[in-house]
């Protein structure tokens, strides 16, 4: 299974900020829009870097009071780890794991495809087992002719 057939399934909506909106605003965005990243974009949507809900944590932990003033691209990870629609989804999770981050923008070149959680992975892979399961105790139960 591929990252593609993840992104046929759930959508390729990415929800962007721009680098310049407040944290405390894009702790709206996350609310609003039930999301636990957002891709930082400049106003050419250039993919800058990705803000999730642990650093927003991180934020408001150093500046309380502050957080309603600085903006994304102070607290969000530049040196993104990206996917290709064409990676296998058993790299994907390895490179998440690795990694420890749970969320992966998908390109192709420069264009944004979609992006991926490691909910995603998992419950992609757990659907492959099930069907793989099934098949092999069909199998076993001799239900196929031959």
Request: charged fraction near 30%; aromatic fraction near 4%.
């Amino acid at each position: 299974m591929k990252v593609k057939d993840i992104l046929a399934k759930k959508g390729r909506q990415v929800i962007t900020v721009r680098e310049t909106t407040t944290v405390h605003n894009a702790m709206s965005i996350f609310a609003a829009n039930r999301v636990g990243s957002l891709l930082v974009v400049d106003k050419n949507d250039t993919i800058l870097g990705i803000i999730a809900a642990r650093d927003v944590l991180m934020a408001v932990m150093k500046d309380l009071q502050g957080i309603t003033e600085i903006s994304v691209d102070k607290i969000m990870t530049k040196d993104l780890i990206v996917a290709t629609e064409d990676d296998d989804i058993d790299y994907i999770q390895a490179v998440m794991t690795e990694n420890r981050i749970r969320h992966l923008p998908v390109l192709d070149g420069r264009e944004l495809k979609g992006l991926v959680s490691i909910g995603d992975v998992v419950k992609a892979l757990l659907k492959a087992k099930d069907v793989e399961n099934h098949y092999l105790k069909d199998y076993i139960a001799d239900k196929y002719p031959g």
